[in-house]
């Protein structure tokens, strides 16, 4: 099966812990992306990838990081300076424009 | 900054009927936009796109409509079933770049048996 993979479903953490998000792709896409999605709301783009060992921020980076040594691979960390990091997080991966969306993380922070 | 943006947030329709959501852009130099279905708790599926070259395109049972002049796209889906309740959103290129996607917030649509 082709697609794109992210572990785990859910994931929670204590306040002040950093925590990694994993995305994988066998689709052989170039680029690779993070989003973020709170409830009710549109997508908002943390980081993305065009190719391998290089990223560009997106619209909301403060707190996050991210990788890219692998085509297959694209983990997002969470970072404790991430003042509100509860909420979905979507990874997709594409060759141009469409975007093929893996199925979530959803990470709660208490 | 430009931005994609949604006239309806929620759309409730009768099994059978046909549905439209809307959605407004505003940056001209966009010139790919896609549709996407999300239920609950998961991720974003393609439904359908168009380029700015064109004025139409149908898929099965949905059909997206582009009118550049006031910067429209809407997205016509036929006999509207209860599997196509979910949150429906546009994207648009990011002014005509190859990678970035702009979201608009997105429609829910519910259909009532």
């Known amino acids: 099966d082709g697609g794109i993979t992210q572990s785990p479903k859910y994931l929670f953490r204590k306040e002040g812990q950093n925590v990694t998000l994993s995305c994988e792709q066998n689709l052989n896409h170039d680029a690779m992306y993070w989003y973020r999605q709170d409830p009710g709301q549109g997508l908002r783009l943390i980081y993305y990838s065009q190719i391998v060992n290089d990223f560009q921020k997106g619209d909301i980076a403060e707190g996050y990081s991210v990788s890219r040594e692998k085509k297959e691979s694209f983990p997002l960390t969470v970072t404790s300076a991430q003042k509100n990091p509860t909420a979905f997080y979507l990874c997709?991966?594409?060759?141009?424009?469409?975007?093929?969306f893996g199925p979530g993380t959803r990470l709660t922070v208490t | 900054g430009e931005s994609v943006g949604l006239h309806l947030p929620t759309l409730s329709v009768q099994e059978g009927d046909n549905s439209i959501i809307n959605c407004a852009y505003s940056n001209s130099a966009s010139d790919y936009f896609i549709w996407y279905k999300q239920e609950s708790g998961k991720g974003p599926q393609f439904i359908i796109d168009i380029r700015s070259n064109m004025d139409k395109r149908q898929g099965q049972r949905v059909t997206v409509l582009l009118n550049k002049t006031v910067k429209h796209l809407s997205l016509q889906i036929a006999a509207t079933q209860p599997g196509d309740s979910a949150v429906y959103f546009c994207?648009?290129?990011?002014?005509?770049?190859?990678?970035?996607?702009?979201f608009g917030k997105g429609t829910l649509l519910t259909v009532n048996p």
């Open positions: 994207a648009e290129n990011s002014g005509g770049s190859n990678y970035k996607l702009t």
């Open positions: 997709a991966s594409s060759n141009y424009y469409e975007q093929y």
